[in-house]
């Protein structure tokens, strides 16, 4: 999955702002495999101490003080899916990771690794305006977390349908690197549904195919195949195989592993199987390589895409010297379409 000028992958946040134009999803797979819970008696993961793990419901038993004395959290209203109302209480919170669940989904457990599809709302929780300083509810766009990194680390062992609500330090909220008229230290407030997740491994049920001499074998992760010679001039593409699921909208999150091979090379020279797991991008807004944005707006969730990509549905003359492409390298991708929110 490449953004248009720049080969690099998207990294891997703390926290990706990416966007769909609905709630919904069609999941071709995801993770259903027990996970480690959040301790019900401790209610906190300390930073840089580890996790206190222990089997429950994922429930915190309150808020603490900075002393590690029981303190007042904040409140938090409305339905699942919806922008929450948020009370927060007086005074400045702990300054360690605490996690809350008002709402327990019935979905499979997020575990470490998992991409987490999430609606959120964020403040400064500084005692004083505790300030706005986004969410994904005003936008209408989703976001995706890596489970167990950054603010991920809030949703590890909670459900998808779950509504989390995660105080978090620099530590996990940003890193080094605040957000927009945020303070390096201040602390956190996130209010995160979990709308869906995906294991690092997910793929579609996918044969093996062809494509202008390229072959794919089937299975996970597949094993392309360039042959020697020229490449066709003009861009191609081909189904190999189609999924059950709904088309892909121009301005919807899309979910996908894929494999990119550069054709003269014959080798693969990036790909998400094996490495960090899916990746989002929202289709159709122009921010993806040309041969993505035309290749996947309408292939139903569960499709295996094999594109062959001239330099002008890629990086054009410039190429992207960073990884070895050249203004007259084709390339090669196989697409496994995951899911679409």
């Not at 019935?106 to 400064?124: F, K, N, R």
């Not at 602390?187 to 202008?212: F, M």
């Not at 909208?249 to 797991?277: H, M, N, S």
């Not at 496994?336 to 929110?341: E, K, L, N, P, T």
């Amino acid at each position: 999955m490449l953004r248009r000028r720049t080969a690099a992958l998207l990294p891997a946040l703390v926290l990706l702002l990416v966007g769909c134009a609905g709630g919904g999803a069609d999941v071709a797979s995801s993770s259903s495999a027990t996970a480690m819970l959040l301790s019900p008696a401790a209610g906190l993961w300390a930073a840089g101490g580890g996790d206190t793990a222990a089997a429950g419901h994922g429930l915190t038993a309150g808020w603490r003080a900075a002393g590690g004395s029981a303190a007042r959290g904040p409140v938090v209203r409305g339905p699942f899916g919806a922008r929450p109302a948020i009370s927060f209480p007086g005074g400045a919170p702990a300054t360690w990771l605490q996690v809350d669940e008002p709402v327990a989904g019935q979905g499979a457990p997020l575990e470490t690794g998992d991409t987490a599809i999430v609606q959120y709302t964020g403040h400064v929780w500084d005692g004083r305006g505790n300030p706005l300083i986004d969410s994904t509810f005003t936008r209408g766009t989703p976001a995706a977390l890596t489970v167990g990194a950054g603010l991920g680390t809030a949703l590890r062992g909670h459900r998808v349908g779950s509504r989390v609500v995660a105080a978090a330090p620099e530590s996990y909220a940003y890193g080094t690197r605040p957000p927009r008229g945020v303070e390096r230290g201040a602390e956190l407030l996130y209010v995160v549904d979990v709308l869906g997740a995906h294991h690092k491994d997910a793929s579609v049920e996918a044969g093996g195919g062809s494509l202008a001499g390229v072959r794919v074998t089937g299975g996970a992760p597949p094993v392309l195949s360039v042959p020697a010679g020229a490449p066709p001039a003009e861009f191609v593409v081909k189904v190999l195989a189609r999924g059950a699921g709904r088309g892909t909208q121009a301005g919807r999150l899309v979910v996908v592993q894929y494999e990119a091979a550069v054709w003269r090379r014959r080798q693969v020279f990036d790909a998400t199987w094996g490495a960090d797991g899916p990746r989002t991008f929202r289709i159709g807004d122009g921010s993806m390589i040309k041969a993505w944005e035309r290749g996947l707006v309408g292939v139903p969730v569960g499709s295996r895409v094999l594109m062959v990509v001239p330099p002008s549905y890629g990086y054009g003359a410039a190429g992207d010297p960073a990884h070895g492409i050249t203004g007259s390298d084709t390339l090669v991708f196989v697409v496994d379409v995951i899911a679409a929110y």
